[in-house]
């Protein structure tokens, strides 16, 4: 196990070497010049090679990599062209915000798309189930935005439920928490309808209930625990997904995380801000995948690591 | 003798029987329908609405300067700047349609030769490939695709090959794992024994079981490409005005979506409906097409 840890922990380590050194190559190749948007239209020919000195953006790219590489394993993100602050400060000051989303986001997935999928399980065929599995279909197919401009629309405009936007009460992280997880809640329903299926489908199960036990009982105690299980695992990987739609959700909902801090750098070419919320999104990402891969076994007891 | 250690489903006696067991499953005949009408109307679109895209017509606004709602004259209103709104959505229909199967197409052809490289070959190739293949699923997708589309001057091609760039990597994967036990079969040494050349047996014996998953993922794949493409137009990274796509109009609109829900709603409901389509359908095909799948209903 401890071996397995250690060689995983190695391997992420190198994925994440390797989304940093792709991320700055694009950043440095591609045909932006974020130093003439530092120094503004009306900079002279001069001003603009001193800026370009000075953020050591004359040097090779061999050098730059090393220098940024170098302050990485330091944990310095480096500093942003146009705010003047260290890169780590400005995204631990938003990162709780977007944690908070996220949790929002699964609780609400987890809720709406397991109960969706036991309903649709047990009822399996009928037309409860078809219409289930046809909400879960839009949901996966709706794109973000749109929802997230719906619901505004008709929670926080026509019915005034909800506020527009902004953070800071639980009543602000109910609309964007529910944009997010729309789209899970259709891949969870999904899931766990098939996963029940085949639980429903266990010997076990046959002999719970050919002893007599109750219906409710045997799915409570029986057939729902083991269902479940497998899509816990499927939480690490849906963090992939989370940190795709982030950028877009914050924006609908003016919501203060790593987001729409992206969005903002990315408009005004602030390349260290870009390479460190792209660097924590993959941190969370191979992390993600790894505690997936880690929980496994203990759900599983048949599956082992190696 | 080269076809003895095959499975029974060989790729050529796949489409007619697969076809008709598509055609008794609603879900994948309501997915056609959709697309049927999506394509229809972006072909036909000039015979099926009086007015021009960009036409900025004088009646178009109220006296106040504001967008139409529906109406007799303009079925689905107008947008802020007095344009018919059924012309644009017809019109940005094309728009979707050609990125979702361009777009889409390039990053199954990429997926396809990497994912089936590295499979058949292994080796230092197949491990660079795959290990490549991983890096790329550490990316947040749509924030590598929003940086790439954002930093190039915007147009319709760099959002093809952006999304190209992000999309292939699914594809890889899942071909990968299936040549990796494909290249391992009995048929696949006896045909090596009778001294066929990796050419052959790649183009005549693993090319075409990959048939069916190749279908499913390019079906699934154009969903999630339309999706893209309207998420980078609605942030204005995407297809440029005046060119209609459903993302860029809403992305044009939303200013004033409060007093005007109706310019998002319909652009939405088009883009909800083509991905629903594609899901659907690539949905009933993974089933149709997977013999492990069959009678699990």
């Given at each position: 196990m401890a071996g397995y840890l250690l060689q995983r922990l190695f391997q992420s380590a190198l994925i994440l070497l390797g989304v940093s050194l792709v991320t700055f190559f694009l950043l440095y190749a591609l045909p932006a010049d974020p130093v003439r948007q530092i120094a503004g239209r009306s900079a002279t020919a001069q001003t603009v090679e001193n800026i370009r000195q000075q953020l050591g953006l004359d040097q090779p790219f061999v050098v730059q990599y090393w220098r940024y590489l170098t302050g990485l394993v330091q944990g310095d993100l480096g500093r942003s062209y146009l705010q003047k602050s260290q890169v780590s400060e400005l995204i631990a000051a938003r990162l709780p915000a977007s944690l908070l989303l996220m949790v929002g986001a699964i609780v609400f997935e987890l809720v709406l798309g397991l109960t969706m999928g036991v309903i649709a399980a047990l009822r399996r065929g009928s037309a409860t189930d078809q219409t289930l599995m046809i909400?879960?279909?839009?949901?996966?197919?709706?794109?973000?935005?749109?929802?997230?401009?719906?619901?505004?629309?008709?929670?926080?405009?026509?019915?005034?439920?909800?506020?527009?936007?902004?953070?800071?009460?639980?009543?602000?992280?109910?609309?964007?928490?529910?944009?997010?997880?729309?789209?899970?809640?259709?891949?969870?329903?999904?899931?766990?309808?098939?996963?029940?299926?085949?639980?429903?489908?266990?010997?076990?199960?046959?002999?719970?209930?050919?002893?007599?036990?109750?219906?409710?009982?045997?799915?409570?105690?029986?057939?729902?625990?083991?269902?479940?299980?497998?899509?816990?695992?499927?939480?690490?990987?849906?963090?992939?997904?989370?940190?795709?739609?982030?950028?877009?959700?914050?924006?609908?909902?003016?919501?203060?995380?790593?987001?729409?801090?992206?969005?903002?750098?990315?408009?005004?070419?602030?390349?260290?801000?870009?390479?460190?919320?792209?660097?924590?999104?993959?941190?969370?990402?191979?992390?993600?995948?790894?505690?997936?891969?880690?929980?496994?076994?203990?759900?599983?007891?048949?599956?082992r690591l190696r | 003798m080269t076809k003895a250690g095959a499975p029974e489903i060989s790729a050529e006696t796949l489409p007619p029987s697969a076809l008709s067991r598509l055609a008794h499953?609603?879900?994948?005949?309501?997915?056609?329908?959709?697309?049927?009408?999506?394509?229809?109307?972006?072909?036909?679109?000039?015979?099926?609405?009086?007015?021009?895209?960009?036409?900025?017509?004088?009646?178009?606004?109220?006296?106040?300067g504001a967008p139409i709602g529906p109406s007799a004259t303009f079925v689905l209103g107008t947008d802020l700047l007095g344009r018919d709104l059924l012309t644009r959505i017809l019109y940005g229909a094309r728009t979707s349609l050609l990125i979702g199967v361009v777009a889409n197409g390039i990053a199954l052809v990429i997926g396809t030769v990497v994912g089936v490289t590295a499979g058949y070959f292994r080796g230092w190739v197949g491990g660079v490939l795959m290990r490549f293949t991983d890096l790329m699923m550490a990316f947040p997708a749509?924030?590598?695709?929003?940086?790439?589309?954002?930093?190039?001057?915007?147009?319709?091609?760099?959002?093809?090959?952006?999304?190209?760039?992000?999309?292939?990597?699914?594809?890889?994967?899942?071909?990968?794992?299936?040549?990796?036990?494909?290249?391992?079969?009995?048929?696949?040494?006896?045909?090596?024994?009778?001294?066929?050349?990796?050419?052959?047996?790649?183009f005549r014996h693993i090319l075409p079981h990959l048939v069916p998953t190749i279908i499913v993922w390019g079906t699934l794949g154009i969903s999630t490409t339309v999706l893209l493409e309207a998420t980078l137009s609605y942030l204005g990274i995407g297809v440029q005005p005046p060119t209609p796509s459903w993302g860029n109009i809403i992305f044009e609109n939303q200013t004033y979506f409060q007093a005007a829900p109706w310019l998002v709603f319909f652009p939405g409901a088009a883009i909800l409906m083509l991905a629903l389509a594609f899901n659907l359908v690539g949905d009933a095909l993974r089933d149709v097409l997977d013999p492990t799948q069959r009678g699990s209903e």
């Open positions: 909400v879960s279909f839009i949901g996966v197919s709706a794109p973000q935005f749109v929802v997230g401009l719906l619901l505004l629309y008709v929670f926080a405009v026509q019915l005034g439920w909800f506020p527009i936007g902004g953070y800071g009460t639980f009543s602000h992280l109910v609309l964007p928490a529910a944009t997010m997880g729309i789209l899970g809640s259709g891949w969870y329903s999904r899931m766990m309808r098939s996963s029940m299926i085949e639980v429903l489908r266990q010997d076990y199960i046959r002999t719970a209930r050919a002893k007599g036990l109750a219906r409710y009982r045997v799915i409570l105690r029986h057939a729902l625990p083991n269902a479940i299980l497998p899509i816990i695992a499927m939480i690490g990987i849906d963090v992939g997904i989370f940190m795709g739609g982030i950028v877009v959700v914050e924006s609908v909902f003016g919501w203060p995380g790593i987001g729409q801090l992206a969005w903002q750098a990315i408009q005004r070419i602030d390349i260290p801000i870009i390479m460190g919320v792209t660097l924590v999104s993959a941190c969370a990402i191979v992390l993600g995948n790894l505690l997936a891969d880690l929980v496994t076994p203990f759900i599983d007891p048949r599956i | 499953r609603k879900m994948a005949l309501v997915g056609i329908s959709l697309i049927l009408i999506a394509f229809l109307g972006a072909v036909f679109a000039p015979w099926l609405t009086p007015y021009s895209p960009n036409d900025q017509m004088f009646d178009g606004l109220t006296l106040e749509l924030l590598l695709a929003i940086t790439l589309a954002a930093i190039f001057q915007p147009s319709l091609w760099i959002v093809v090959m952006v999304i190209a760039t992000v999309n292939w990597v699914q594809a890889a994967r899942v071909l990968y794992t299936e040549t990796t036990s494909l290249a391992e079969r009995e048929f696949i040494a006896a045909e090596r024994t009778l001294g066929a050349g990796n050419l052959r047996i790649l």
